[in-house]
Nanobody
Framework: VQLQASGGGLVQPGGSLRLSCTYS????????MGWYRQAPGAERELVASITRGSTPHYDDSVKGRFTISRDNAKNTMYLQMNSLKPDDTADYHC?????????WGRGTQVTVSS
């Protein structure tokens, strides 16, 4: 299984981005998935997760600003990020929850700066 994140970029504070994560296998609908981020010099952190039944969970730092969703028909997970802050600047990855070491695919860089 390959996981690939996309959709990052440079955005001003207060702006929005939508990240996508594509899953190459056939069992996506059975997985609990999450979005992780790692800022320079910081530990990787789980910012949002979504259950098989699409119940979301958020870290307090993004609650009310980020929305996680999934489309099982497209084997894709999304992260809608609104009201972005400079502290959201990081490399974003998707993975299982808990993560598998060999499933850290390509991430996508999000930079929030004026």
């Amino acid at each position: 299984v390959q996981l690939q994140a996309s959709g990052g970029g440079l955005v001003q504070p207060g702006g929005s981005l939508r990240l996508s994560c594509t899953y190459s296998g056939s069992a996506f609908r059975l997985t609990v998935m999450g979005w992780y981020r790692q800022a320079p010099g910081a530990e990787r952190e789980l910012v949002a997760s979504i259950t098989r039944g699409s119940t979301p969970h958020y870290d307090d730092s993004v609650k009310g600003r980020f929305t996680i969703s999934r489309d099982n028909a497209k084997n894709t997970m999304y992260l809608q990020m609104n009201s972005l802050k400079p502290d959201d600047t990081a490399d974003y990855h998707c993975n299982y929850v808990p993560p598998l070491d060999n499933s850290w695919g390509r991430g996508t860089q999000v930079t929030v700066s004026s």
